[in-house]
């Protein structure tokens, strides 16, 4: 089988590598890749969100399975393209319709959404420019903190947590008015703030059927013991302490089959990942997010304690046979460690030569950010640049082996957090 992933970053490296190990795949494309899916496919110069250029590759390289990475090709509707030409029309894609990806492309949507399925999330109301000020009105006596979420995609920034009421206002209208997110905050959901332990859960369709995947913990905050400001996510663990059969068992019930039901009752056929990012409130499970695709880092602690063929359960995916694939998890604990460019998640350079993956043993090491100057040398080209995956019986080795290969790999600015996994270490303890 040929395959093509769109996307440049750890999770699409994280799939390339999985994907590599089936005796199914016979070439593998990533368009347009980095340094580390060029050891092991054939990166394409293109951008995921060119659809034009994207069907010639597939045409050209007799592409069967096309898995889209990030979330903007699939809010820009890259499986309705597909689905519109009729040379296109019989290639097999994971990931959801226009339709189906509004789950992420528009919290409003999203919100709406999980109220009309009793899907339990926080209450919230939308606003816009035009009703700006009933939702200052509205803020003024909104209990504390105050979460306000830009409508649309922001590239993992459009969220805001107020601890004052000017301060939540402020940023109201910094979004509706001066344009903060651009377009992405035409509208913005005001919301219940939750407290309790976050989680992601991921859920595997085929538009019928589903398989859930290993849960994870990421770490989005820059700073140790999250502080500072929200990253794309600064590390991950798998599995998580806090959620144990039961509280999986409520998540199913509760969450994953309501979803389900909503998008067939919607008349969407959804075929693809569902990452849902939940509280755990006191053992129950509320819906803090859609998210269309798989997380990144959490992938690259999800991926490798999926023992079966991942091929295979993608392929099956793309069938509708989904039901027939068993499914098998390691047990073991995988934890992850990004590695960021000085200045993440503000400005920061580029092109700084990478060394010292020769040092790195006993751990799976995916590129984010990276690419290769004019001396063939691996550079960073990102925020998040590489991501150290390491696994063990227990989650204390694990946390070793991750962050013994965070220190082993230099550039210059290299900065990454030396706590991750060990909120969940005190945890068990």
Known sequence: MNILILGSGGREHAFAWKIAQSPLCDNLFVAPGNAGTAE???????????????ATAVIENSIELVIVGPEEPLVNGVVDYF???????????????KAGAELEGSKDFSKQFM??????????????????????????????????????????????????????????????VDGKFGSAGNKVVIEQFLKGIELSV??????????????????????????????????????????DANFLRKVEEKVVKPTLHGLKSEGIKYVGFIFIGL????????VIEYNVRMGDPETEVVLPRIQSDFLILLAATAKGTLQDIEMKISPQVAVTTVLVSGGYPGDYEKGKVISGKEKVEDVFLFHAGTTFNANTEVV????????????????????????????????????????IGMDLIRYNS
């Open 40 to 54: 092991i496919a054939t990166n394409l110069p293109i951008s995921y969100n060119d659809f034009d250029a994207v």
């Open 83 to 97: 689905e519109s030409r009729p040379d296109l029309s019989k290639i097999k894609i994971i990931g959801p319709n």
């Open 115 to 176: 109220q009309k399925y009793g899907i339990p999330t926080a209450s919230s109301r939308t606003f816009t420019a035009e009703t700006l000020e009933s939702g200052l009105e509205y803020l003024e006596t909104h209990p504390l903190p105050i979460v306000l979420k830009a409508d649309g995609l922001a590239a993992g920034k459009g969220v805001i947590i107020a601890e004052k009421h000017k301060e939540a206002q402020e940023a109201f209208t910094e979004m509706l």
């Open 202 to 243: 991921f859920v595997l369709c085929d538009g019928e059927n589903y398989k859930i995947l290993p849960e994870a913990k990421d770490y989005k905050r820059i700073g140790e013991n999250d502080t500072g400001l929200n990253t794309g996510g600064m590390g991950a663990v798998s599995p998580v302490a806090f959620a």
């Open 279 to 286: 509280m755990n409130i006191k053992g129950e499970p509320y």
């Open 380 to 419: 960073t080209n990102g925020g998040r640049v590489m991501v150290l995956t390491g696994v063990a019986n227990s989650l204390e080795n694990a946390v070793h082996k991750s962050q013994r290969a965070a220190q082993a790999i230099q550039f210059e600015g290299k900065y990454f957090r030396h706590d």
